[in-house]
């Protein structure tokens, strides 16, 4: 790398003078961080082979021990100085799991680089771009002018940098909090004591820890749990709130200390998220999630002191449907929230005392946390604009900037602030593995040819069970793939270069595959299996998800799953929809004439038959345990048995249950039991075989970053 740290090289409309910290285009100069100008040089000499980031350690932080973190804030930086798009780039490619990749040829110049011109231009501000001026000759009057001009340059474009773009250069530096085997997310900051409380999980066991911030403390193991623990909260200096799930039900708890846990309400719904009101110590706010309601998602209000739940949804009507990652104002005036209005998740503020309503910042892809931040602002650890990682959104203004990206492979899943205003961040990564299980032998494949580095999911078996489609982000993007199970070759179906894809659904032949996928909006698509061709496509309003096709190939049964949770029936040809049925989905099968389709009802909670001529609905099954949390997939029918899903006890079971029968207790039949927590994506219709998705053990740590003034 040498001679691209000594004479000055190009590329495309560029030229990059190493020595001086200059990236110049069109005559036009932008000055760069020595770190950014050196990873510039590095990724450029390396002819086009991918650098890993042990690489990028090596050579921009010899001797120092840094995070992620720090290589994807410097290659975040690059792009923007480059004005790259880094889900359709142009200069530097992301090798998910490996490294990063240089585009485009570069050529050395003979003209070595001159570190003297560090004194020619000054460094305004990075991102500002000056002319080079050689030998100037200003008068007083032009110097003036442009002392002023500068001025108001920089001015201008600090405000716009603060406002709308990022805030990289607050950051001092970053440091681990946590460092051991597995993972450690959903902390809460004790402002009074200073301590963080935090759950780990190393794959096996999810324990809570409380650790003194000081870092003097020793670490101290408050429980540990077989089951599902998250989201805890500090109640006073030394109680605890948290949620937990146990044999299918959701807890609150309080525990105080490491003394006894004590339930303060159970549901069979969901439960997400906790949140205290810093005006009112004597209640928490919590969702709690039924999709058998119209409105599934419903934040409640539980009093400590009488036990009551009452709720919030009904208390403010006007709130948006799916409102969840919920957090109070600092004086308990105003509930923030996110809600999920397909395809955006956007951020409100509600005033309790108005029940005014305001939607804060621009919309975002996804938001997994928000947090108070302690200078007017939210933290939001979420996906904008494609781009994943701790934002913030002004509470005044309602401005977005990044703070800080997520580094390749890894998503930033909650933040939070002590009293000091050191921001805390947790970082989450596992990936993602296909694989089959034999029900007639309890066999196990694992599909070694078909698995990368990379997340593969939603695989579903063609009608003839020769291949596997499948999901995968190996090229950094979904696209859907097949595997011939026979010769164990894998072969790339779309070239969407997607952020999302849903499970498919493939047709009786195997001709068709019925796919949603996002890409800015949602879209639903059928796609010619043999060479990928998109029959037709069509924009939607909301993600849906394919269940299946009628035997004749000429409709798509799709549902909603989430939110409506309503069945469609959609033309391939014009992809136009019928509304089948509210509140159903999960699963469907078709009759050979067409006229009868069999699918789950929520209302009924089982399975009925519809007759698509008369509109008459015959119940055949009823009910099943926990069908709130089954997704496609994870149940299938045919003209005797229904197959599903059940988890029990950190293990997943494939259960059998007769449709003739009327005693389901003495029809019920085990399947296959596998000793771990697994999602299933699809069933053989006679049950005999099934595809799931097993997670790797989780990695990631909770980090402190300092931020200047």
Known sequence: MGDFLNYKFYFSDFIVDPQANL?????????????????????????????????????????????????????????KALADDAKNPTYIETIPKKGYRFLVKVSLTQDKSDSSLVKVTPDLTDGLSVKRQRKPTLSLINIMITLFTVAFLVTTILWAFNNNQTDFSSIDRILPVTNTVGNERNFSINHLTNEMVYVHDNGGKIALYVKGLSGKEPVRKITEYDGLLYTPLWLGQETLLYIRAVKGQYQVVRQHKQQEIEVLYQSSNGIYGLALNPASANNVTFVEVNFKQERPFVLQ????????????????PNMPEASYCIVYSADGSHL??????????QVYSLELKSAIITAIGEPFDRIEHLALGNRGQLLVSGTHSNIQGLWSVTLDAGSTYLILPASSGQEIINAGVDKQGIVYYSNYERSLDLKLANTSDDSLESLAALNTSADEDGGIFSE?????????????????????????RNQQITWFEADYINRPAISQSGKYLAIVYQKNNFNLAVINTSDGDVVNSKKLNVMKFPLAWSKDERFIYISEHRLQVNLYQYDRETLTENLIQNFAGLSVKASDDGENITFFDFKYNGVVEKNLKTGLITKLFSPINDIKDLIPGQVTVNEQHVFYQQHKDKKTLLIQESLTSKDHIKSMAKLIELTEYVNISDISADGQKLLYSKYGIPQGGIMKMQLTD
């Open 301 to 316: 209000r539980l009093s400590f002191i009488t036990g009551k739940v009452s709720s919030l949804s009904h208390e403010y």
């Open 336 to 345: 923030f929230f996110s809600s999920y209005q397909e395809p955006k998740t």
């Open 464 to 488: 003839d069970g020769k291949f596997i489609y499948y999901v995968s982000n190996r090229t950094g993007y979904s696209e859907v793939w097949s595997y011939q199970i026979e010769n164990t």
């Open 23 to 79: 990236l110049i285009k069109q005559s036009s100069e932008k000055r760069l961080e020595p770190k950014v100008i050196t990873l510039l040089s590095l990724l450029a000499s390396s002819d086009n082979k991918v650098i890993s980031k042990q690489q990028i350690r090596d050579v921009i932080w010899p001797n120092v021990v840094v995070g992620d973190e720090a290589i994807a804030r410097a290659i975040f930086t690059l792009r």
